[in-house]
């Protein structure tokens, strides 16, 4: 089975963990990235972000560098903004059309996930879910236990596949 990971990571937290899995389970990497990015620095990232949920901006993306179609499992992986998934991967559910997959999804967070799985569902309707794993500033609280917690949750995914 071909697997993919894809993930968009704003201050890196989701990257770590889009890297982790890939590595656990020899799978692909493809960084979603929007043509023109939020700036991670300064106060005001968080209302422009939350913003950007809240009335469904959907930035263009550069072109992916693999086609998430060809893949049978797709682990992916966002920042929670505003209790929910970021315009990217918003923009990134709206323009590939995954249907009959596994797919496994993954979030890092500075509060609470909200409804941010419970909506990537809603959009991923006809796949099967095989799993769900949130994470809090893996960077910056836990890197070498959330590393950990990873890959057993990878490796038990991966053995189900």
């Given at each position: 089975m071909k697997i993919l990971v894809a993930f968009y990571s704003f201050e890196g937290n989701t990257k770590f963990i889009a890297e982790t899995i890939a590595k656990e389970l020899k799978a692909d990497l493809l960084e979603l990235k929007p043509t023109k990015e939020i700036k991670t620095k300064g106060f005001f990232k968080y209302p422009i972000g939350g913003a950007q949920v809240v009335f469904g901006f959907k930035p263009k993306l550069l072109p992916f560098e693999k086609n998430p179609e060809d893949y049978d499992v797709l682990f992916l992986g966002t920042p929670t903004w505003s209790l929910s998934y970021t315009p990217?991967?918003?923009?990134?559910?709206?323009?590939?059309?995954?249907?009959?997959?596994?797919?496994?999804?993954?979030?890092?967070?500075?509060?609470?996930?909200?409804?941010?799985?419970?909506?990537?569902?809603?959009?991923l309707k006809g796949n099967e879910i095989i799993g769900e794993i949130d994470f809090s500033q893996p960077l910056i609280k836990a890197k070498e236990d959330d590393a950990k917690t990873v890959r057993k949750w990878a490796k038990e995914l991966g053995s189900k596949i």
């Amino acid at each position: 089975m071909k697997i993919l990971v894809a993930f968009y990571s704003f201050e890196g937290n989701t990257k770590f963990i889009a890297e982790t899995i890939a590595k656990e389970l020899k799978a692909d990497l493809l960084e979603l990235k929007p043509t023109k990015e939020i700036k991670t620095k300064g106060f005001f990232k968080y209302p422009i972000g939350g913003a950007q949920v809240v009335f469904g901006f959907k930035p263009k993306l550069l072109p992916f560098e693999k086609n998430p179609e060809d893949y049978d499992v797709l682990f992916l992986g966002t920042p929670t903004w505003s209790l929910s998934y970021t315009p990217t991967m918003r923009s990134f559910l709206s323009q590939v059309k995954l249907s009959g997959k596994k797919i496994g999804l993954f979030c890092c967070r500075m509060g609470k996930k909200g409804k941010t799985f419970k909506i990537m569902k809603k959009k991923l309707k006809g796949n099967e879910i095989i799993g769900e794993i949130d994470f809090s500033q893996p960077l910056i609280k836990a890197k070498e236990d959330d590393a950990k917690t990873v890959r057993k949750w990878a490796k038990e995914l991966g053995s189900k596949i």
